[in-house]
């Protein structure tokens, strides 16, 4: 598809310059290994949905294609006829690259004439990728709300897109690309309307269908981990100095409010902030005003050195019944080194303590296969888990996403080749760190941390010395037979996974009750 940027004043939706415009958003809300899989209920996005209530805002309609499955192509065009949309808006993130490379060669063989904007996080980070892609005529780069609000305005008016409008790359007719400075991101949250939940079949949901709305007060985050998209994001913009924001407190109440008012089902609120204390002051005066006007059951993400006792008194006074945290690895050098996370693990451990001791959950969150990391390096990231007593862990493979530091750090080992598209589970090959040790650990994570936790319970010191490192050159021995239990252990997780998902759309009543008993002791 190549853009006529000169559009003539009747486009693909028969508009002119006096009509508000049709933007259509095409939403691929799903995972590689679930493409196929019909049935499988959606997922809230605050991006979407704060860019639709500011188009709306200025008298546009908006629609959402909101795909839970790769469609074939007939069903695709057929759908996106259906819609007689004037612009749309392809929502990418990095793990769908593939799918949405090839819908968007569908809509350049079959609806070249109309525009197509890319944005979202891969977009903002891998703009050279995705505005050569056939199909894609724009790329959006950044927060979109007042961009997208001032390109389309602009081309209502005049029947042109503005290619020297900050925030954008065009594709020109001749295959050559304009690539415009960032827009500013707004630094006051409470600017912005609040988002269009009608946009979504809300209550329908994945997590409103147990009871759950996700909600976020804030954008951005402080910090600069290696492995996270949140630094590079920041980076892409001239200021950095205040790029983690948070509406105010009165603001943020008002929309859990609207929430809960859209969904009086909601009993649960899944804060999705990266850090929600990350201003202790702020977070102190939501607080309050959410024990007052909400008083709804929480969980929400916080970071181990950003908790005192006194926030986790607060946390649990207010409803907090859940915390996920970053753990990521167990060994301070390697955290330090390579994540750019200086955390001690005797605070780590303590936090954990306070945290539990208001009746609070902890789940942390943990990264196998890192670049340089080793399984002993494992060993210890399963060692912590067990010392801090977490009631969960959330275990991922190391994905080395576009412009991130610890991408560079595994081309530079050796571990990646620059390009190499992301897909399966295990990215890096590491001499050191054989792939299939790599699928062991991660499937045997909870059951190890157990054994461990078993040992740490002996109160003699020698004895817990002694049964650790016997265990320790059990699993690390070339005799054990890793891979057959990392395969049987895959198989396991991912049938147990499947029956969650059955049990969540057939029976979302019957998951809700065994999720509330789950907590009853919170």
Not at 116 to 140: F, K, Q, R, W
């Amino acid at each position: 598809m190549v853009i006529n940027l000169i559009l003539t004043v009747t486009g693909a939706g028969g508009y002119s310059k006096s009509m508000a415009l049709h933007f259509l958003f095409v939403y691929p809300d799903f995972l590689e290994n679930t493409k196929h899989v019909r049935g499988i209920p959606g997922n809230y996005s605050e991006g979407i949905a704060s860019i639709s209530a500011t188009l709306k805002r200025e008298g546009h309609s908006v629609s959402l294609y909101h795909q839970t499955y790769m469609p074939d192509k007939r069903d695709f065009v057929l759908k996106i006829r259906a819609y007689h949309p004037d612009i749309i808006g392809f929502s990418l993130r990095t793990t769908i690259m593939a799918c949405a490379a090839e819908m968007l060669g569908w809509l350049n063989e079959a609806l070249p004439e109309i525009p197509v904007i890319a944005g979202g996080y891969h977009p903002t980070l891998a703009p050279e990728e995705v505005i050569a892609l056939p199909g894609v005529d724009i790329v959006s780069r950044g927060e979109g709300e007042f961009p997208l609000r001032d390109l389309i305005n602009g081309f209502d008016r005049t029947g042109y897109f503005n290619t020297s409008e900050p925030g954008f790359w065009f594709k020109q007719p001749d295959g050559t690309v304009i690539r415009n400075v960032m827009r500013p991101y707004p630094a006051d949250l409470d600017e912005l309307p609040f988002p269009d939940l009608d946009l979504f079949d809300y209550q329908n949901l994945k997590s409103n269908r147990i009871g759950t709305a996700e909600v976020i007060v804030s954008r951005g985050c402080l910090y600069s981990c290696t492995y996270c998209a949140n630094a590079n994001i920041r980076n892409t913009y001239e200021e950095k100095r205040s790029y983690a924001r948070f509406r105010s407190p009165e603001n943020a109440a008002e929309l859990l409010a609207r929430v809960l008012r859209k969904d009086p089902g909601v009993k649960y609120l899944n804060f999705n902030d990266a850090i929600l204390n990350m201003f202790p002051e702020w977070f102190y005066s939501f607080m309050k005003l959410y024990k007052e006007r909400v008083n709804l059951k929480f969980t929400c993400n916080l970071r181990f050195d950003h908790i005192d006792e006194e926030m986790c008194r607060v946390l649990a006074d207010c409803g907090c019944y859940l915390v996920t945290i970053g753990l990521e690895n167990g060994s301070e050098d390697f955290r330090k080194k390579y994540l750019r996370r200086s955390m001690n693990n005797a605070h780590i451990v303590k936090v954990a303590h306070w945290l539990r001791e208001a009746g609070i959950r902890v789940y942390t969150y943990n990264i196998v296969g890192l670049p340089f990391e080793t399984l002993a390096l494992t060993l210890e990231t399963v060692k912590l888990n067990a010392r801090l007593q977490a009631d969960n862990e959330i275990v991922s493979f190391f994905c080395p996403y576009p412009a991130t530091d610890l991408r560079d750090i595994s081309i530079a080992g050796g571990f990646l080749k620059p390009g190499a598209p992301l897909s399966g589970k295990v990215f890096l090959r590491m001499p050191d760190y054989p792939r299939h040790d790599i699928i062991y650990a991660r499937y045997s994570f909870h059951r190890l941390v157990r054994a461990y936790r078993k040992i740490y319970r002996d109160p003699d010191p020698a004895k817990v010395a002694k049964r650790e490192a016997g265990l320790d050159r059990r699993i690390l021995s070339p005799r054990h037979p890793r891979l057959i239990i990392g395969v049987l252990r895959a198989l396991g997780h991912h049938t147990i996974v499947g029956l969650k998902r059955i049990s969540a759309r057939f029976t979302p009543v019957l998951y809700r009750k065994l999720r509330q008993l789950k907590y009853s002791a919170n």
